[in-house]
């Protein structure tokens, strides 16, 4: 009679990656969180911090910090040939979602323009401004982060890592796990 069930069972081990890990996976999730984010800090600096260039100060590295960190972290996936679409789409996505938390700051009348209230009228100069400021940020941090990766690659500072990076035909979209963002 034929054994319909194995005498012997293998055990699979799943290894379920971290949340803050499963995050930067998405580009979307990564880039609305930081739009969110950062228009949220923006509306409570301008609406609390009045007068204090220290607090703008602050806010404004703060607000660097995030944007830049949270692109780092969803880019360290990927292969660097695939930067040159990623970190603009990242910025886009960001806008997007920075712009969709302007709105409804803006319908609750929550949205400060400098000393007044922002208007619907307003929106639109204040998205092509953001969107302006964040493909500048993110594409020149990009470019930046890409040439050290190379030079540090290429100089043989980093002795496990090769030297000629996996290219996006062999990893065929999927994320690359280099360690970097563990």
């Given at each position: 009679?034929?054994?319909?069930?194995?005498?012997?069972?293998?055990?699979?081990?799943?290894?379920?990656?971290?949340?803050?890990?499963?995050?930067?996976?998405?580009?979307?999730?990564?880039?609305?969180?930081?739009?969110?984010?950062?228009?949220?800090?923006?509306?409570?600096?301008?609406t609390?911090?009045?007068?204090?260039?220290?607090?703008?100060?602050?806010?404004?590295?703060?607000?660097?910090?995030?944007?830049?960190?949270?692109t780092?972290?969803?880019?360290?996936?990927?292969?660097?040939?695939?930067?040159?679409?990623?970190?603009?789409?990242?910025?886009?996505?960001?806008?997007?979602?920075?712009?969709?938390?302007?709105?409804?700051?803006?319908?609750?009348?929550?949205?400060?323009?400098?000393?007044?209230?922002?208007?619907?009228?307003?929106?639109?100069?204040?998205a092509?401004?953001?969107?302006?400021?964040?493909?500048?940020?993110?594409?020149?941090?990009?470019?930046?982060?890409?040439?050290?990766?190379?030079?540090?690659?290429?100089?043989?500072?980093?002795?496990?890592?090769?030297?000629?990076?996996?290219?996006?035909?062999?990893?065929?979209?999927?994320?690359?796990?280099?360690?970097?963002?563990?």
């Amino acid at each position: 009679m034929a054994t319909f069930f194995p005498q012997h069972s293998v055990e699979w081990k799943l290894e379920e990656p971290k949340a803050f890990r499963r995050l930067s996976l998405s580009l979307f999730e990564m880039a609305l969180l930081t739009g969110i984010v950062l228009r949220l800090l923006r509306a409570l600096t301008f609406t609390h911090g009045r007068a204090s260039w220290l607090f703008y100060g602050a806010a404004f590295v703060v607000g660097l910090l995030i944007l830049l960190g949270m692109t780092t972290a969803y880019l360290a996936n990927w292969t660097l040939r695939s930067w040159v679409w990623r970190a603009p789409l990242f910025a886009l996505v960001e806008t997007a979602g920075e712009m969709g938390t302007s709105l409804l700051l803006i319908a609750m009348r929550r949205e400060p323009m400098g000393a007044v209230r922002a208007e619907f009228h307003d929106w639109p100069s204040m998205a092509l401004w953001v969107l302006l400021q964040n493909q500048l940020a993110v594409g020149v941090w990009a470019a930046l982060l890409a040439g050290v990766i190379t030079f540090v690659r290429r100089s043989g500072m980093a002795s496990e890592v090769e030297a000629e990076p996996v290219t996006d035909s062999e990893v065929e979209g999927e994320p690359v796990d280099n360690g970097a963002a563990s």
